[in-house]
């Protein structure tokens, strides 16, 4: 039955006449969905903004993926997750970042800084990490010499965005733009992230006192190493830079080359399972571990040795050495027990260019060179050895890269080589089984290595011995570094009762070889033996407490560094130890007699002991070697 | 025209009889995919309560993807193996059509969580295992099932 237009009317009506609360309902609904979506969608849109801008600005301060050949880490992720997990997590893809909240890790908080002829104020700006300071171009120009000061004539002020940050692990560097091209300069100051505080920037190297601290340029100092396939390209037009890079930070491609063609290759299935099923290794990329050990080495070597850069890998094209190629053809090896024409340039140009890299017997002795380390080494002359016998990138602990099956200090390294030592420890160590005696690493890798403000282990492996000389740039031996209260003669006896060593003639001093080397040494030697003090095998193997007062007189060292490294090994010892190696001398001689009083309440010593440590203090700080020493780490 | 008559009726109910079993087999499929794959389910949920590092650490990110598409598969199958029994009815399949589609069907609720299980036992990075190849032919049977019954449902037979 149809309706009739009589009832067509009154469902008009009806419906007219019906109450309007759904309607409203559906209206407050609509309205409070347009009240959340209408931020949100706001908020989005300027996020996204916020982000490609911040991509802009990146690719203007130094452009990535623009190096033919390079494709970045991010295309390696999705064939190796793994691979690329472990390098994420680790120190080498962090070392150079673009600034952002998530990689600034220094203090920012309206921040004043002075020292070092220097000062400046760190702020916030939103996301931006600001800092007003001396124009570091006017800065840069003074300090190399391009620029006369007038008298009276006031350094430029600037305010600069942060636009880059080197380190993650132990301190952290910051560079603001030159403005000439994009050039980056150093902040001169460093965020020291145990010590939670801020330094200038020439108080974390050990360099000669009285000297400041020059204006590093990122682009010539830190490019080749710090990040991925990176070009320097500083030459352009007189002052111009136009640097670029593969990628920022140590990324997959520094050590398996560039994978353009590897990525392109294995975008065909069949081809990656032909590989996969096979097992062997596919021919477009490298992979360090299925090279030979020399070769292999050399892929880490490219940056852990010390080796002859052109001017053009410097200053223009960047490194040219691939993985997989003789290092030596692109970077020769500087050393010091095989010496080149090279080296002896480095030399002539300055005569005290050895002593900021080797001991007098050819050994680094400062941080980052560790391939020329290994290579002086007997173990690398069988030709197994490479850096990957104890280390790895990717299945590891990313603090020292050593193999996650190799505990830190533990015998592994070496016992899967040496396995007749490994069945008979202490027949071989003369140490308890269990002592860190018998820890192979703590007697032929000692912690001869400077850098970073503390001792690392140096990979020259060799056995110890004793040469019969202290002091200057002499190598000291792994026996006193742990037996700090022992002779250098103590030392020669123990080896040559155990090793058949010959006793070198004249040893009669019966100082304790650690407190000569702390008092008497060179810069690095004085850092090393102070690092020793507060490190655990020696805190086991001797009463390091006893060195309380020479490690109190460490602490008026010229070098900061040096006072640097004594303060912490004294604040190891007694946790109560408070110093600032920075602070002004008399607050520095103040707060080391306080720590020497401290030390007497618990070690009462009579006159005639207190006058003889006096009279050896005197002596041994007299003979200190106060040649300008500068390690080149 | 009796015998004719009668030799229909013998043929509709043989069809009956051909359908019914047709039936009966893919709602037994779909069920026990869907009691298998479920089953499935809930261990990659104990795999994740438990934290097992063979299946979620970030090596294993390709095995996770594997098994849990093994998991999607194999239900999402078991829904169409219910989905295509209820259809029949409706759908005006010829009794070689209803049979290879049935076929495709099965096939591919064998084949498709297969490889991806298998393919996510033994990984090479970001590739599944070998088995993997099971994937791509089931999924053409799974077009090829899935136009059949679309054409049946489209057709103007009566």
């Given at each position: 039955m149809r309706p009739s237009s009589h009832d067509s009317a009154v469902v008009k009506s009806a419906v007219a006449a019906a109450p309007s609360r759904p309607r409203t309902s559906r209206r407050i609904v609509v309205g409070a969905l347009v009240l959340v979506m209408f931020p949100l969608a706001a908020w989005s849109a300027r996020r996204h903004f916020q982000l490609e801008r911040r991509h802009d600005e990146n690719a203007a301060i130094v452009p990535q993926q623009t190096r033919a050949g390079y494709v970045t880490s991010d295309r390696c992720e999705a064939c190796h997750p793994d691979e690329y997990h472990s390098w994420h997590r680790g120190y080498h893809r962090t070392m150079t970042q673009y600034a952002s909240p998530t990689s600034v890790r220094g203090d920012f908080g309206d921040v004043k800084l002075h020292g070092d002829g220097y000062d400046a104020r760190l702020f916030r700006r939103g996301d931006d990490f600001m800092v007003e300071m001396i124009d570091p171009l006017w800065q840069y120009e003074v300090d190399f010499g391009q620029r006369d000061v007038k008298p009276g004539e006031t350094p430029p002020r600037v305010e600069r965005r942060i636009t880059m940050v080197t380190g993650?692990?132990?301190?952290?560097?910051?560079?603001?733009?030159?403005?000439?091209?994009?050039?980056?300069?150093?902040?001169?100051?460093?965020?020291?992230?145990?010590?939670?505080?801020?330094?200038?920037?020439?108080?974390?190297?050990?360099?000669?006192?009285?000297?400041?601290?020059?204006?590093?340029?990122?682009?010539?100092?830190?490019?080749t190493c710090h990040t991925t396939g990176g070009q320097p390209h500083a030459l352009v037009g007189g002052k111009e830079v136009r640097s670029q890079v593969g990628e920022m930070g140590i990324a997959c491609e520094s050590c398996h080359g560039p994978a353009e063609e590897h990525v392109a290759a294995n975008q065909n299935p069949f081809r990656r399972y032909w590989l996969h099923l096979r097992g062997a290794g596919d021919p477009t990329?490298?992979?360090?571990?299925?090279?030979?050990?020399?070769?292999?080495?050399?892929v880490c070597g490219q940056c852990h040795s010390l080796t002859d850069l052109s001017n053009d890998i410097y200053l223009g094209e960047g490194r040219t050495f691939v993985p997989g190629e003789e290092l030596e053809r692109s970077q020769p090896l500087l050393r010091q027990l095989h010496p080149t024409p090279a080296l002896a340039k480095h030399i002539q140009e300055d005569p005290a260019y050895l002593r900021g890299y080797f001991w007098s017997d050819g050994t680094i002795r400062v941080s980052s060179r560790d391939y020329s380390g290994m290579i002086e080494s007997k173990c690398n002359s069988g030709g197994k050895l490479w850096c990957g016998s104890c280390h790895s990138q990717h299945k590891s602990d990313p603090v020292?890269?050593?193999?996650?099956?190799?505990?830190?200090?533990?015998?592994?390294?070496?016992?899967?080589?040496?396995?007749?030592?490994?069945?008979?420890?202490?027949?071989?160590?003369?140490?308890?089984?269990?002592?860190?005696?018998?820890?192979?690493?703590?007697?032929?890798?000692?912690?001869?290595?400077y850098g970073l403000l503390k001792g690392i282990r140096n990979h020259r492996i060799d056995s110890p011995h004793v040469t019969g000389r202290t002091g200057g740039s002499e190598r000291p031996n792994a026996c006193n570094l742990c037996h700090v209260d022992r002779s250098l003669g103590w030392a020669a006896d123990a080896l040559a009762r155990w090793y058949k060593q010959p006793r070198p003639a004249g040893l009669t001093d019966e100082t304790p070889a650690a407190i000569t080397w702390l008092l008497s040494g060179d810069a690095i030697l004085r850092a090393i033996a102070a690092w020793h003090f507060g490190w655990e095998g020696a805190q086991k193997a001797a009463p390091v407490a006893d060195a309380v007062p020479y490690l109190a007189s460490a602490l008026d060292d010229p070098?900061?560094?040096?006072?640097?490294?004594?303060?912490?090994?004294?604040?190891?010892?007694?946790?109560?130890?408070?110093?600032?190696?920075?602070?002004?001398?008399?607050?520095?001689?103040?707060?080391?007699?306080?720590?020497?009083?401290?030390?007497?309440?618990?070690?009462?010593?009579?006159?005639?002991?207190?006058?003889?440590?006096?009279a050896q203090l005197k002596r041994l700080t007299e003979q200190r070697d106060d040649r300008d020493v500068r390690a080149m780490e | 025209m009796a015998k004719r008559a009668a030799k229909t009726t013998t043929d509709k109910s043989d069809a009956d009889g051909d359908d019914g079993a047709l039936v009966r087999r893919h709602l037994a499929w779909g069920w026990w995919s869907l009691a298998i794959f479920t089953t499935l389910g809930l261990l990659l949920e104990a795999a994740h309560g438990l934290k097992l590092g063979w299946y979620l650490d970030v090596s294993s990110a390709t095995r996770r993807l594997s098994f849990t598409l093994a998991h999607a598969h194999g239900t999402l199958l078991g829904f169409l193996n219910i989905a295509f029994a209820l259809s029949l009815d409706k759908a005006k399949l010829s009794a070689t059509a209803a049979s290879r589609a049935s076929f495709a069907l099965r096939a591919v609720t064998v084949l498709m969580p297969l490889g991806f299980f298998l393919g996510g036992m033994v990984v090479y990075g970001g590739d599944p295992g070998l088995a993997i190849v099971l994937v791509p032919p089931a999924g053409a049977l799974l077009v090829v099932a899935l136009v059949v019954v679309a054409r049946g449902f489209s057709s103007r037979r009566g």
């Amino acid at each position: 039955m149809r309706p009739s237009s009589h009832d067509s009317a009154v469902v008009k009506s009806a419906v007219a006449a019906a109450p309007s609360r759904p309607r409203t309902s559906r209206r407050i609904v609509v309205g409070a969905l347009v009240l959340v979506m209408f931020p949100l969608a706001a908020w989005s849109a300027r996020r996204h903004f916020q982000l490609e801008r911040r991509h802009d600005e990146n690719a203007a301060i130094v452009p990535q993926q623009t190096r033919a050949g390079y494709v970045t880490s991010d295309r390696c992720e999705a064939c190796h997750p793994d691979e690329y997990h472990s390098w994420h997590r680790g120190y080498h893809r962090t070392m150079t970042q673009y600034a952002s909240p998530t990689s600034v890790r220094g203090d920012f908080g309206d921040v004043k800084l002075h020292g070092d002829g220097y000062d400046a104020r760190l702020f916030r700006r939103g996301d931006d990490f600001m800092v007003e300071m001396i124009d570091p171009l006017w800065q840069y120009e003074v300090d190399f010499g391009q620029r006369d000061v007038k008298p009276g004539e006031t350094p430029p002020r600037v305010e600069r965005r942060i636009t880059m940050v080197t380190g993650s692990h132990h301190m952290q560097a910051y560079w603001v733009p030159s403005l000439v091209g994009n050039g980056q300069l150093s902040l001169p100051f460093t965020y020291l992230f145990d010590d939670k505080r801020w330094v200038p920037r020439g108080d974390v190297f050990l360099h000669p006192p009285g000297g400041r601290h020059q204006e590093q340029v990122w682009n010539v100092s830190c490019i080749t190493c710090h990040t991925t396939g990176g070009q320097p390209h500083a030459l352009v037009g007189g002052k111009e830079v136009r640097s670029q890079v593969g990628e920022m930070g140590i990324a997959c491609e520094s050590c398996h080359g560039p994978a353009e063609e590897h990525v392109a290759a294995n975008q065909n299935p069949f081809r990656r399972y032909w590989l996969h099923l096979r097992g062997a290794g596919d021919p477009t990329i490298v992979n360090p571990a299925r090279l030979p050990a020399a070769r292999a080495s050399e892929v880490c070597g490219q940056c852990h040795s010390l080796t002859d850069l052109s001017n053009d890998i410097y200053l223009g094209e960047g490194r040219t050495f691939v993985p997989g190629e003789e290092l030596e053809r692109s970077q020769p090896l500087l050393r010091q027990l095989h010496p080149t024409p090279a080296l002896a340039k480095h030399i002539q140009e300055d005569p005290a260019y050895l002593r900021g890299y080797f001991w007098s017997d050819g050994t680094i002795r400062v941080s980052s060179r560790d391939y020329s380390g290994m290579i002086e080494s007997k173990c690398n002359s069988g030709g197994k050895l490479w850096c990957g016998s104890c280390h790895s990138q990717h299945k590891s602990d990313p603090v020292n890269l050593l193999w996650a099956s190799m505990q830190a200090d533990s015998d592994t390294a070496c016992t899967q080589c040496h396995k007749e030592i490994g069945g008979a420890v202490a027949a071989h160590t003369h140490h308890k089984v269990d002592s860190v005696g018998s820890r192979c690493v703590n007697c032929h890798m000692p912690h001869t290595v400077y850098g970073l403000l503390k001792g690392i282990r140096n990979h020259r492996i060799d056995s110890p011995h004793v040469t019969g000389r202290t002091g200057g740039s002499e190598r000291p031996n792994a026996c006193n570094l742990c037996h700090v209260d022992r002779s250098l003669g103590w030392a020669a006896d123990a080896l040559a009762r155990w090793y058949k060593q010959p006793r070198p003639a004249g040893l009669t001093d019966e100082t304790p070889a650690a407190i000569t080397w702390l008092l008497s040494g060179d810069a690095i030697l004085r850092a090393i033996a102070a690092w020793h003090f507060g490190w655990e095998g020696a805190q086991k193997a001797a009463p390091v407490a006893d060195a309380v007062p020479y490690l109190a007189s460490a602490l008026d060292d010229p070098y900061a560094a040096v006072r640097y490294v004594a303060g912490h090994a004294l604040a190891k010892i007694d946790p109560a130890a408070q110093f600032d190696y920075l602070a002004p001398v008399d607050e520095r001689r103040r707060a080391g007699e306080k720590i020497v009083r401290r030390w007497l309440d618990g070690h009462p010593q009579t006159a005639e002991q207190a006058a003889a440590i006096e009279a050896q203090l005197k002596r041994l700080t007299e003979q200190r070697d106060d040649r300008d020493v500068r390690a080149m780490e | 025209m009796a015998k004719r008559a009668a030799k229909t009726t013998t043929d509709k109910s043989d069809a009956d009889g051909d359908d019914g079993a047709l039936v009966r087999r893919h709602l037994a499929w779909g069920w026990w995919s869907l009691a298998i794959f479920t089953t499935l389910g809930l261990l990659l949920e104990a795999a994740h309560g438990l934290k097992l590092g063979w299946y979620l650490d970030v090596s294993s990110a390709t095995r996770r993807l594997s098994f849990t598409l093994a998991h999607a598969h194999g239900t999402l199958l078991g829904f169409l193996n219910i989905a295509f029994a209820l259809s029949l009815d409706k759908a005006k399949l010829s009794a070689t059509a209803a049979s290879r589609a049935s076929f495709a069907l099965r096939a591919v609720t064998v084949l498709m969580p297969l490889g991806f299980f298998l393919g996510g036992m033994v990984v090479y990075g970001g590739d599944p295992g070998l088995a993997i190849v099971l994937v791509p032919p089931a999924g053409a049977l799974l077009v090829v099932a899935l136009v059949v019954v679309a054409r049946g449902f489209s057709s103007r037979r009566g």
